[in-house]
């Protein structure tokens, strides 16, 4: 089983900033994707962010140029820097792992339990 672990969330002021964190824990055999992705009160999740394995970057036209997206590979971490952060931000954020647990098993999709990030204006 993989574990996925959020941290860094929390109350900040419209402007302010945010780095969340994920930590992929357990039995990985190999990681295609790391990203997030985030829910707000009465929406559906919605893709936020995505990196690689090999460094290639993704992101969602609502974030790009306030997100950076990195990951730690030797550490099977992945991080979200969130700038200018607008109410609009707020949501609960969700670690994603895809990626195979071993040899032989399909490639799957890995949820972690998410971390609040709440916005005020």
């Known amino acids: 089983q993989v574990q996925l672990v959020e941290s860094g969330g929390g109350l900040v002021q419209a402007g302010g900033s945010l780095r969340l964190s994920c930590a992929a824990s357990?039995?990985?055999?190999?990681?295609?994707?790391m990203g997030w992705y985030r829910q707000a009160p009465g929406k559906q999740r919605e893709f936020v962010a995505t990196?690689?394995?090999?460094?290639?970057?993704n992101y969602a036209d609502s974030v790009k140029g306030r997100c950076t997206i990195s990951r730690d590979n030797a550490k099977n971490m992945v991080y979200l820097q969130m700038n200018s952060l607008e109410p609009e931000d707020t949501a609960v954020y969700f670690c994603?792992?895809?990626?195979?647990?071993?040899?032989?098993?399909?490639?799957?999709?890995?949820w972690g339990q998410g971390t609040q990030v709440t916005v005020s204006s």
């Open positions: 994603n792992l895809v990626g195979r647990l071993t040899y032989r098993a399909p490639t799957g999709s890995y």
């Open positions: 990196a690689s394995s090999a460094g290639t970057t």
């Open positions: 357990g039995s990985i055999f190999s990681i295609n994707l």
